[in-house]
């Protein structure tokens, strides 16, 4: 069973479309994570939500809307995309807590590649 | 802001070395410390975790080491081999959220 599923793996769009990306984990995790990866393999953190709440939002564009149904899944959708857009974006998830408990691993995605043209 | 720094960017060695990636931290005020591996064209998979309390966690042919007080995580690689090239990354937790990644080292081992 896949502990971080993303969907879809591959996605390739016109500028000024909308589209989405979507995540789950099986993992029991509270806290999930979009990155992205630029052209230059640069992780950059764009969103963290813990138990559906958003909790980091580190200045990516207002195009850019998560939404969290559940603490199992964090959606990524994008507006008006561009083609400064297209990237690799990563899902991730870790469960805060006690780090004597194993808490704070960080399980990854196998990322979605955006070809924006 | 924490800043993350990995050295060097880009290593090749011949099969069969011992070798040491390196990654530095600002903050001290550290969780945990996880290293990743990613190959080309695909995600991160998980090497070793060091909790802050601890100075070192081992798997393997590779060894962690975590030195917060100089702000420093060794990655150590014994015997190489060309299954071990990928792009090495390291990445801190502080306060639990996982917000610094380093930009990796990108690691080749010839045959």
């Known amino acids: 069973d896949t502990a971080v599923s993303q969907t879809p793996k591959y996605l390739v769009t016109q500028m000024g479309n909308d589209k989405s990306i979507k995540c789950e984990q099986n993992?029991?995790?509270?806290?999930m994570y979009w990155y992205k990866q630029d052209s230059k393999k640069f992780l950059k953190i764009m969103f963290s939500?813990?138990?559906?709440?958003?909790?980091i939002n580190e200045t990516v564009p207002n195009r850019f809307s998560p939404k969290s149904p559940d603490k199992a899944h964090l959606n990524l959708h994008i507006n008006s995309l561009e083609l400064g857009d297209s990237a690799v974006y990563f899902c991730?998830?870790?469960?805060?807590?006690?780090?004597?408990?194993?808490?704070?691993?960080?399980?990854f995605g196998a990322g979605s590649r955006l070809t924006v043209l | 802001k924490q800043e993350v720094t990995q050295i060097p960017a880009a290593l090749s060695v011949p099969e069969g070395e011992n070798l040491v990636l390196n990654c530095s931290f600002t903050d001290s005020a550290i969780y945990n410390l996880q290293w990743f591996r990613q190959d080309p064209g695909k995600g991160l998979t998980s090497l070793l975790l060091?909790?802050?309390?601890?100075r070192e966690q081992t798997s393997g042919r590779l060894n962690a080491s975590l030195d917060k007080s100089s702000g420093r995580s060794t990655l150590y690689i014994a015997a190489s081999q060309p299954g071990d090239s990928a792009t090495y990354l390291c990445?801190?937790?502080?306060?639990?959220?996982?917000?610094?990644f380093g930009k990796g080292t990108s690691l080749l081992v010839t045959p």
């Open positions: 993992l029991g995790h509270d806290t």
């Open positions: 991730a998830s870790s469960q805060l807590g006690a780090i004597e408990a194993g808490a704070n691993v960080l399980t």
């Open positions: 060091i909790q802050s309390s601890q």
């Open positions: 990445v801190l937790l502080n306060s639990g959220y996982a917000l610094n």
């Open positions: 939500y813990n138990n559906k709440e958003l909790i």
